[in-house]
């Protein structure tokens, strides 16, 4: 057994060297909806519901009752993006509809866990968080912003330390240690720079990094048999600044991650059945570069811009100043589960979360239209060797619009923006 668990520990530590820095999801804002394949197929729920050892980055107690075990997955996800505009040429975001060109992304994820002692439990997970990817040229090169081709591509990957201990038979606490690493890349907002703390820093630099350090806290308890009950929480991280955007990201470039928590359910009607529900709850409203109100271009320029213009006290990259306008989100997931045969489980799930997005804040979003609020998911488990499975989660995003207006400062014009999405998932689990 010593041996078999350092080769566990041998193949995790080299999948988690092999994983690629990428994460792009757009489900609860830009958070995802799950981190596993067998939680993603119950729509994410899964803070009282531990079944891998990738549960450890929703309820970091998780792990007490997963034991030893090895999971590696990786997801395609699809996103379709689009705006339509209704503005006069020349104003913006560019006139007609259109749509982004970045479709398809891979997020891999990686878990391990291991029982150290009777009551005693640590894990590592490996995950994309979230992300942001569009990439438009509205058909003529000229960008919705009139700058050439436009986008943005905002990136997080996530390293975990848990440590969980069982305090009882079926209750146990865990805290986690989070290490974040960001890029972000940002083109054609260059038409923005006469109202930016610092035009050189705000479009066309490149891929810049941004790394900070947090942690997250879980419990689970059993209320009665067949009922339990998982909570977490993790603070908002403070990430180091991306200094190649310190003139788009309020307060010179920062753009933390914000705090977060969850309250899970789970309970079993009869046998072989299981119901799950989540309660989450994203706090977008932290984050400056996030929550703030877009820009407005209230000075009497023309929308292009102009050089002459006073900055204003919500110039983009101004510690105060215009971000994407996103408030704060409740997410609620419910998903069953259901035994087919002895070796063959199967999930369904749905999730439905609050609009992130106003519709005061379409212009800027047309780079981030995040708008999706419901989830339907599928999934299966099968086992394909006494101690080994495989398993299959299905994501369909349902098609959402969010529609408003252009600030009177930029002409005011009709906008919609449109996201609909599909993800296919798998995943190799070991128990050993």
């Not at 990428?22 to 519901?49: H, R």
């Not at 640590?122 to 509205?138: E, F, R």
Request: proline share 6%; glycine share 14%; charged share 10%.
């Amino acid at each position: 057994m010593v041996s078999t668990k350092k080769w566990a520990l041998a193949s995790a530590v080299a999948a988690a060297i092999a994983l690629p820095a990428t994460a792009l999801a757009t489900t609860a804002g830009y958070f995802q909806l799950g981190y596993s394949t067998i939680s993603d197929g119950m729509a994410g729920a899964s803070a009282a519901l531990p079944q891998d050892s990738m549960v450890q980055a929703t309820n970091p107690a998780g792990i007490a009752f997963v034991g030893n075990h090895l999971d590696l997955g990786v997801a395609g996800f699809w996103p379709y993006r689009n705006y339509t505009s209704g503005a006069p040429t020349g104003y913006y975001p560019y006139p007609g509809s259109f749509g982004s060109n970045s479709r398809f992304f891979l997020i891999p994820h990686l878990g391990y866990s291991q029982r150290l002692s009777h009551d005693n439990y640590v894990g590592v997970a490996i995950y994309g968080n979230g992300g942001m990817s569009t990439n438009y040229n509205s058909g003529t090169s000229v960008g919705p912003y009139y700058a050439g081709q436009t986008g943005v591509n905002l990136q997080q990957l996530f390293v975990q330390a848990t440590y969980s201990r069982k305090f009882l038979r079926h209750d146990a606490v865990g805290l986690s240690l989070l290490f974040a690493h960001q890029s972000f890349s940002a083109d054609g907002l260059g038409n923005f720079g006469y109202d930016s703390t610092s035009p050189n820093n705000l479009s066309g630099n490149g891929v810049s990094t941004s790394n900070g350090v947090g942690f997250k806290i879980g419990g689970q308890f059993r209320i009665v048999p067949g009922i339990d009950v998982g909570v977490a929480y993790s603070p908002r991280m403070t990430m180091s600044k991306f200094s190649q955007y310190s003139g788009l990201f309020a307060g010179g470039g920062r753009f933390d991650i914000p705090a977060n928590g969850v309250i899970g359910l789970a309970f079993k009607p009869m046998a072989g059945q299981v119901v799950a529900f989540d309660f989450q709850r994203i706090y977008y409203n932290d984050v400056p570069a996030i929550a703030n109100a877009g820009p407005t271009n209230d000075d009497g320029c023309s929308p292009l811009g102009c050089a002459t213009s006073p900055m204003d006290a919500d110039a983009l990259g101004a510690p105060g100043g215009a971000g994407f306008g996103w408030q704060n989100i409740s997410v609620y997931k419910i998903g069953y589960q259901f035994a087919v045969t002895r070796a063959v489980t199967g999930r369904v799930g749905f999730a439905y979360n609050t609009q992130p997005i106003p519709s005061s804040q379409v212009l800027l979003n047309v780079l981030a239209p995040g708008v999706i609020q419901r989830n339907v998911t599928a999934g299966v488990t099968i086992r394909t060797a006494r101690r080994q499975d495989v398993s299959i989660a299905a994501m369909y995003g349902l098609p959402q619009s969010v529609y408003g207006n252009a600030p009177a400062g930029f002409g005011g014009a009709p906008i919609k923006i449109s996201l609909h999405e599909y993800q296919l998932e798998a995943n190799w689990g070991w128990k050993f």
